[in-house]
């Protein structure tokens, strides 16, 4: 093999860089600094001719420029070439050895630095891709020249003496029909793809094979490879039917102090190819297959066009392919794609297809990083043993036929002890090293507890992680605990140097005990650690001041004489402050609310973001605040005071302080809605609505405070250009506007409304939920209502009622068409009927191109053309999205509508009428037995037509002369 060849050289390069990996930084984690930017490279190889095969003498449609680039024919202008640049273009004459020499070799050095690195072949069906990968015996592809190599590297660097010890285990899957096959363990069924929380993609269960020689490789992947499936298409007689992806995992432990370890994965990945099932000739199975090939290639476009374009939300998780491919795309790894083309002129649309997606697979920018973390302890001597690199099932297998498995790359040196305690690791095979040592550090941590029945390693996974989190959570809060009791010993000693008479009564006031009340007396002083200290800042100012802390039930207790209060009462405390105090209370509290931002209001006891904003909105709109009213002052006080934070009073001063003010000045806003209410009690009932509570249950603490909220505080999605017309324009709206404070309209009455809810989808706006809902409906085919009588569906109910009375003979058809005497129930049914049927104005007209027509539904309908195309998954054909359901009959029933005159089929009705237009001349023909006899209305389906039948045996209006029935043209 050439690859053996050149050997010597290359591998003292690689070893080089390797060595390198010594030097390289921590893990991503540990150094803390954002990993540097790699860029997706991109490759196009292009496949000679393939012999015998259809169109191998016509010129080819593709041609290389240099090493980089290539042209493609333009076929919207044959003038014209469409010219493309790449990392490098290696062209038909090209060997197998060019290009793993020239794109994949390098990136294998970055397994050895512990980081990830991925390639991919991609293209379309009978493109390479197979070949490229893995080749034939004569010419072997990427994958065993890799591998050799990289076997070859992990010896050298793993040798007795180096630093560091490496083993290499290999795993491969398929992804077949969106399933995750074990093709090393085939009997294994679909498996699940997971994330760990440093975003590395694992599949738990995945069988690991040990490898240690190329023959090892050989041994496991050979087998394996006859497990993929593959099948017969017409463009190719051995086409993949699934993407392949062999998992190359290199672990490195150093062998000396401090004990790394580290871990870098390759994904070597031969997708499937993109198929147009038109020329594939795919049926039954295959078109299946294809189709789920096709929708994770579509899947994948998506992912690489929201990394380019920066969308907070990469669309990984809509495919299995795109989940595996997540670190490779914008993830951890150094990542190639090798973008396979065909010369042939019957592969031109693919190859464009192809090359456009290569192009934007290159702007995509990975950040690679070292997976390094430090052995655990009681790692550290010890290497895994081979069954416990093993997935479960093959642990299984290993058991029970021990002499089948290759020996392990070197005897298993832990001592027994630890070999025992290391036993339920078997089933963390698969877990982040990190991880591991933190669950291994946890579980010695409670083991010197005494908790020695808890087997914490032994516990399912998801609890080890909510442990895990627990832990650190209360890590976290012990630290702030710390850090605030160290800022206030720091205040005290400052105020003690300043007043020591006044710290002298503080101290005694708040941490004597209440006789005989420990566990209540516990609770102030611990509050009184964490809190601000404005109480003790107050008391210094007055020291004479008296702080009475009264039971809730109105019972009073002096702090001075706690000994004389006998102990009862329940647990809720409160504060009576002297009037003084209660002064400097209010102005404090007054200027907190007119001057503080929304951080210095989050200071008050139980005001949060949400809260702080909306006090700040309000005092935006409708300036400072007056004053804090007399009631709320004891509590606004204790607000900023060292309160329980339990207090049912606690909370209550801002919001009432608020809801007074809000009393005084103006009506009450729904803060969801922004709907007024002339009171609170409306705006709670209203606010049911939207949480789904029941009014009249809505417990007094829970009670959302009447808010003036200034609209842009609320979510309202953002909409550019969408809508029209301004705030004050009284029709249309739009999510700008929305966004900016919602639209006032006016209506005929003179009432003014004002609409804060946009749709998504064109920006109009609307007054509440309810409306706004009903307007979505507008955007979808769905029709959730169906007629009990007809069957006829719709898309909202109160059309459905009307139309159900309709069947009764109860619906009143006043207006009639003066031109053909048909009746209507709506003067605007009228009128567009007229508009449509007898005149030729078009009032409606399109912003995008010149076309014009006479009802909003037909302009809707044919502003679908202008929208983006998206391919349908089965044949690729670009369709706009609102024809998808309607194209999918053709794979899902075939063509139900034949022509009578020429036999074609077609999928719907519509298509046969412009048919039978086009190609026959004939005018609209419908099927006669959809059309009523007595008035020729069309019905879409016989159950309408039985149902609208009714309409005559009711008693309905008499059929007009002019709707009798026409000879309808057949077809
Ligand atoms: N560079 C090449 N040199 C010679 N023959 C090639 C080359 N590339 C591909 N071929 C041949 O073209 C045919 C199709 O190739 P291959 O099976 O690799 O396509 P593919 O892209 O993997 O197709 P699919 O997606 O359907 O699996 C095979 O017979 C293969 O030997």
């Not at 290999?170 to 074990?182: C, G, H, N, P």
């Not at 049927?837 to 202008?866: I, N």
């Not at 670009?878 to 139900?896: F, R, W």
Request: charged fraction near 25%; hydrophobic fraction near 35%.
């Amino acid at each position: 093999m050439d690859a053996e060849a050149s050997a010597p050289l290359r591998r003292r390069e690689m070893a080089a860089a390797a060595s390198g990996a010594s030097r390289c930084r921590l893990s991503k984690m540990g150094s803390g600094r954002r990993p540097p930017p790699a860029r997706v490279r991109v490759a196009v190889r292009l496949r000679p001719f393939v012999e015998g095969a259809a169109g191998a003498s016509e010129p080819p449609c593709v041609r290389g420029l240099d090493s980089c680039s290539l042209e493609v024919a333009n076929w919207r202008n044959y003038q014209e070439t469409l010219k493309y640049q790449f990392d490098a273009f290696y062209g038909e004459r090209s060997s197998q050895q060019d290009i793993y020499a020239g794109s994949v070799q390098p990136i294998l050095r970055h397994l050895l630095e512990g980081q990830n690195a991925s390639v991919l072949a991609y293209g379309p069906t009978g493109a390479g891709k197979t070949h490229t990968m893995l080749g034939s015996p004569e010419q072997p592809g990427v994958i065993p020249r890799a591998l050799m190599d990289l076997l070859q590297l992990t010896r050298e660097e793993g040798a007795e003496g180096r630093p560091w010890d490496l083993s290499v285990t290999m795993s491969y899957l398929e992804i077949y029909q969106e399933k995750v096959l074990d093709l090393l363990d085939p009997a294994s069924g679909d498996l699940v793809i997971r994330e760990d929380y440093r975003g590395n993609i694992l599949i738990p269960g995945l069988t690991q094979k040990p490898i240690t020689s190329f023959a090892d490789f050989e041994r496991h992947f050979l087998p394996a490879s006859g497990n993929r499936t593959v099948g017969a298409t017409r463009l190719n007689q051995r086409s993949s039917r699934s993407h392949a992806v062999l998992l190359v995992k290199v672990d490195q432990r150093e062998r000396l102090a401090p004990f790394r370890q580290r871990e870098g994965k390759l994904y070597l990945i031969d997708l499937a190819g993109s198929e147009d099932n038109r020329r594939t000739g795919n049926q039954g199975l295959r078109l299946k297959e294809s189709g789920a090939i096709n929708t994770s290639l579509f899947v994948l476009g998506k992912v690489v066009d929201a990394l380019n374009k920066g969308l907070p939300r990469v669309p990984y998780r809509d495919s299995k392919l795109t989940r595996l491919l997540q670190d490779s795309l914008g993830g951890s790894a150094h990542s190639i794609l090798i973008a396979n083309i065909a010369p042939e002129r019957r592969f031109y649309l693919d190859t464009v297809s192809a090359l456009n997606f290569a192009a934007r697979s290159k702007e995509v920018i990975n950040r690679p990083f070292t997976n390094e973390s430090l052995q655990p302890h009681a790692l550290a001597p010890v290497k895994l043993s081979q069954k416990e690199l093993l997935g479960p099932s093959e642990a299984k297998k290993a058991r029970s036929s021990e002499e089948e498995e290759i020996e392990s790359p070197e005897p298993t040196a832990a001592p027994a002890s630890a070999s025992q305690k290391l036993s339920p690791l078997q089933k963390l095979s698969n877990m982040d090293p990190a991880m591991l040592e933190r669950l291994l550090n946890l579980d010695q941590l409670l083991g010197s507890q005494g908790c020695q029945g808890t087997s914490l390693l032994s516990t399912p996974r998801r609890e080890r992680m909510e442990l895990i989190k627990t832990v650190e959570q209360k890590d976290l809060e012990i630290e702030r605990l710390k850090m605030k009791q160290k800022e206030l010993e720091a205040k005290m000693m400052s105020q003690e140097a300043l007043h020591p008479k006044g710290k002298e009564n503080c101290t005694l006031t708040m941490l004597r005990p209440l006789p005989g009340r420990t566990v209540t007396v516990a609770k102030p002083l611990k509050k009184a650690v964490v809190m601000p200290l404005q109480l003790l800042q107050e008391q210094a100012a007055s020291p004479n001041a008296t702080i009475h802390i009264l039971k809730k039930k109105g019972r009073k207790r002096k702090l001075e004489a706690p000994a004389s209060q006998p102990d009862q009462g329940e647990d809720c405390w409160d504060l009576e402050l002297s009037p003084e105090l209660l002064a400097l209370g209010r102005q404090k509290i007054l200027d907190l609310l007119n001057k503080g931002s929304a951080r210095d209001l989050r200071g008050l006891q139980r005001i949060g973001q949400k809260k702080a904003q909306l006090i700040v909105g309000w005092r935006e709109l409708h300036g400072p605040f007056g004053q804090v009213p007399g009631g709320q002052i004891a509590a606004a006080a204790a607000a900023t005071a060292v309160v329980a934070p339990t207090s049912t009073v606690s909370v209550a001063p801002v919001a009432s302080a608020l809801e007074k003010k809000t009393k005084s000045k103006g009506p009450y806003i729904c803060a969801l809605c922004a709907k007024e209410f002339k009171n609170g009690y409306n705006l709670r009932r209203h606010e049911a609505i939207h949480t789904g509570a029941k009014a009249g249950r809505v417990p007094t603490g829970a009670m959302k405070m009447p808010t003036m909220v200034p609209l842009s505080l609320l979510s309202v999605p953002q909409l550019s250009g969408a809508g029209g017309g301004g705030p004050e324009t009284g029709t249309g709206g739009g999510a700008a506007a929305v966004a900016a404070g919602g639209v006032v309209t006016t209506t005929a009455s003179g009432k003014r409304i004002r609409k804060n809810h946009a749709c998504e989808m064109c920006g109009k706006a609307f007054r509440d939920v309810y409306h706004l809902n009903r307007h979505k409906l507008s955007h979808s085919d769905e029709k959730p209502y169906q007629c009990p009588v007809c069957q006829q569906r719709f898309k909202r109910k109160d059309r459905m009622s009307y139309h159900v009375r309709s069947h009764d003979g109860a619906v009143h058809k006043p207006y009639n068409c003066s031109h053909c005497g048909k009746s209507f129930s709506r003067p605007d049914h009228l009128n567009s009927h007229v508009r449509q049927v007898h005149s030729t104005e078009r009032p409606f007209k399109c912003e995008k191109c010149e076309a014009a027509f006479a009802t909003k539904d037909r302009l809707r309908a044919h502003t679908v053309r202008h929208e983006e195309k998206v391919p349908c998954h089965v044949c690729g054909k670009m369709l706009s999205s609102a024809y998808i359901s309607d194209h999918m009959k053709v794979h899902s029933q075939g063509p139900h509508h034949v022509c009578e005159l020429c036999n074609k089929g077609f999928t719907t009705a519509a298509y046969l009428r412009i048919h039978a237009v086009k190609d026959h001349g004939l005018q609209a023909p419908r099927a006669d037995r959809i059309l009523c006899k007595l008035c020729s209305v069309h019905c879409k389906t016989p159950a309408q037509l039985a149902g609208h039948m009714q309409t005559h045996l009711g008693g309905a209006a008499p059929p007009v002369p002019g709707d009798a029935p026409q000879p309808q043209p057949t077809c």
